[in-house]
């Protein structure tokens, strides 16, 4: 099965999470890599893919016998998102990570679709997102992937507050 020809998320179990951590640990380290403060506490990450797992939350795509892609949709975290925004009206997501050998593959245009694609299949209006703050390329790459930026926030202690959209009526409008 290729990860480029078909697309079968499925909900992760216990057995991923040492996968999902590892590829959390790459991603943070790629980032640091190339200059950015994002994803520098650990334990908190390992916590949150614990978290979404239990709750069913958390999602992966298998190439081979490895975790190529994740995401995590759940509910809106209150540091960011008010009453103003009728943050119930939306699916928020998080945790979305491509392994680096899928990167410009079209997978994660492809997740993004089909995470707006289950928002609206659960009635809602919206797919939202926070993200770092200051990674401009993070937030390019939603903007070109039919995302707004609402506004960004700061809440003491997150990097986070970057805070965009994307409407759940169009949902093939990932990549461009």
């Known amino acids: 099965m290729s990860v480029q020809t078909r697309l079968r998320p499925r909900p992760a179990t216990d057995d991923d999470v040492q996968a999902l951590i590892d590829l959390r640990l790459a991603a943070?380290?790629?980032?640091?890599?190339?200059?950015?403060?994002q994803w520098h506490n650990t334990a908190r990450?390992?916590?949150?893919?614990?978290?979404?797992?239990?709750?069913?939350?958390t999602w992966v795509i298998d190439h081979g016998?490895?975790?190529?892609?994740?995401?995590?949709?759940a509910g809106p975290d209150f540091d960011f998102w008010t009453r103003d925004d009728d943050p119930h009206n939306a699916l928020y997501l998080y945790k979305f990570m491509v392994r680096d050998e899928h990167r410009?593959?079209?997978?994660?245009d492809r997740l993004l679709d089909w995470a707006c694609t289950r928002a609206a299949a659960g009635g809602k209006a919206w797919l939202r997102l926070d993200c770092w703050r200051t990674n401009e390329a993070?937030?390019?790459?939603?903007?070109?992937?039919?995302?707004?930026?609402?506004?960004?926030?700061?809440?003491?202690?997150?990097?986070?507050?970057a805070l965009f959209q994307r409407s759940t009526a169009?949902?093939?409008t990932a990549g461009g």
């Open 28 to 37: 943070a380290s790629w980032l640091r890599s190339i200059g950015s403060d």
């Open 45 to 57: 990450a390992i916590n949150d893919i614990r978290s979404g797992v239990a709750s069913g939350t």
């Open 65 to 73: 016998d490895q975790v190529a892609a994740t995401l995590t949709l």
């Open 104 to 108: 410009g593959t079209g997978l994660g």
């Open 138 to 161: 993070l937030h390019r790459y939603y903007l070109d992937r039919g995302f707004e930026h609402l506004r960004t926030d700061v809440f003491p202690g997150r990097g986070s507050g």
């Open 170 to 172: 169009e949902p093939g």
